[in-house]
Structure formats: C-alpha cells, structure tokens
C-alpha cells in the first residue's frame, strides 16, 4: 500500500511542477511580447525621424541650387 501512495504523490507532485513551469513561461512569454512591442515603437519612431531629416535635408539642397 506504501508504494501506490508514493507513486500517487509523486506523480501529482510531478503535474505541480510542470504546472508552475507552464506559469513561469506563460509569464515570460508576456514580458518578452512586450519587449518587442516596445522596441517595435522605438523602432518606427525612430525610422519616421530619419524619414523627416531626410526630406528635410533634400529640401536644404534644393534651395541651395
């Protein structure tokens, strides 16, 4: 009878495990989904400013000619 308890408990506590893995990923997952949004942004930001200094800079040189 001990040992169809221990295996009992053993595999429940082994379900526990991976369970609080799954969280931990699930968890992760979301921190890393954020991350590339936010550089995402950054990223766009930043290619709309270079797209303003460019037309900006190609404007200057017109006017110099």
């Known amino acids: ?10 595999g429940f506590l082994g379900i526990a495990v991976l369970g609080i ?9 979301q921190r890393l989904g954020r991350q590339v949004t936010h550089t995402t942004q950054r990223i766009n ?3 709309e400013d270079l797209e303003r200094a460019a037309t900006d800079l190609a404007r200057t040189s017109e006017d110099l000619r």
């Open 45 to 47: 930001r930043a290619a």
């Open 1 to 10: 009878m001990f040992w169809p308890m221990l295996a009992i408990a053993l």
């Open 21 to 29: 893995l799954g969280i931990r990923v699930f968890i992760e997952a």
